[in-house]
């Protein structure tokens, strides 16, 4: 994969990832099933992907490799479990919008563990993201659902700017789909006990949705996600996911008449656009 078809990929994956909160929006089970179900599935698409494709698969992991697949697996696991809690307590706009905090997480972090540097214009971001989320706040009261749903959120994009600095670490010894069938089947690993008994009582309308959700939102967009960082930076690829949030607020404003409100629009508008810059300033240097 080159770098112009890395971008397109992670762009894919933006647009996939933007109707993740419409299924978590759509399906009617907690958190927890929702996370299991959209792994297990995922888990069975790549597998059949990788062994009747023609990818000739990984050799035994090693142990090191082991300890960073499943750091990544856990890390997913708290990302997913909390955005779709965040979605269900606050909605999809708010989850969203949370969510795209992620990039800022990753300049704090990627410095200290890739030792590179980051300049102003990054910790400019980081303070332009702090300011719209602050705006994005409904109130300071915990006690308000849609203040804890954005808290949620936020630790939902703390957990997957963890998880995207851990794949790019992983993404330098294993094939995009077979380290993304790795890190979901840790997924299932840790959620599928917590929630197996939940199963029996899902709609078959919902079994439609979480496959969908599954295969197209995960699997694919995982193995995109993954494969892209081969050859983007995960600042690079954090900028174009953090695009998922408009995608997300659209379809979410067409199926389910969810607006956010004009203070949170400006929120995100400056969330959005203050790392969109970031981007446009990285490609040009």
Same mark, same amino acid.
């Given at each position: ?6 971008? #397109? ?5 933006? $647009? ?18 929702? @996370? ?50 965040? !979605?269900? #307590? ?5 989850? @969203? ?9 990753? @300049? ?17 971001? !980081?303070? $332009? !993201? ?27 994009? $703390? ?21 993304? +069938?790795?890190?979901?089947?840790? #997924? ?12 029996? @009582? ?12 599954? !295969?197209? +939102? ?68």
């Amino acid at each position: 994969m080159n770098t112009r078809q890395a971008r #397109v990929s992670i762009h894919i994956a933006a $647009l996939l990832f933007g109707l993740t909160g419409i299924f978590g929006e759509l399906i009617a089970a907690s958190a927890v099933l929702i @996370t299991a179900g959209r792994a297990l599935f995922a888990v069975l698409t790549l597998y059949l992907v990788i062994h009747h494709g023609g990818h000739k698969p990984h050799t035994r992991p090693s142990l090191s490799e082991l300890g960073v697949l499943t750091l990544a697996g856990a890390l997913l696991t708290i990302h997913w479990i909390t955005f779709f809690i965040a !979605v269900k #307590v606050s909605g999809i706009a708010i989850a @969203t919008l949370g969510f795209a905090s992620f990039p800022a997480f990753i @300049t704090l972090f990627e410095g200290l563990i890739f030792k590179e540097r980051s300049t102003r214009s990054e910790w400019l971001v !980081v303070l $332009l !993201v702090s300011a719209g989320l602050v705006l994005v706040t409904p109130s300071f009261d915990l006690q308000d659902q849609n203040t804890t749903g954005l808290a949620w959120a936020i630790l939902s994009g $703390l957990s997957f700017a963890l998880f995207t600095l851990a794949n790019r670490k992983a993404v330098l010894h294993m094939a995009a789909r077979e380290l993304a +069938c790795w890190e979901n089947l840790v #997924v299932v690993i840790l959620t599928l006990p917590w929630c197996f008994a939940e199963f029996t @009582t899902l709609r078959l309308l919902d079994w439609v949705w979480l496959l969908m959700l599954g !295969v197209f +939102c995960t699997a694919l967009s995982h193995a995109l996600l993954v494969s892209s960082l081969s050859r983007l930076k995960a600042r690079s690829a954090g900028i174009i996911i953090a695009l998922e949030p408009i995608y997300a607020i659209f379809f979410a404003a067409i199926l389910f008449a969810q607006y956010p409100s004009l203070r949170a629009l400006a929120g995100g508008a400056l969330i959005i656009s203050a790392i969109v810059w970031s981007g446009m300033r990285s490609e040009r240097e």
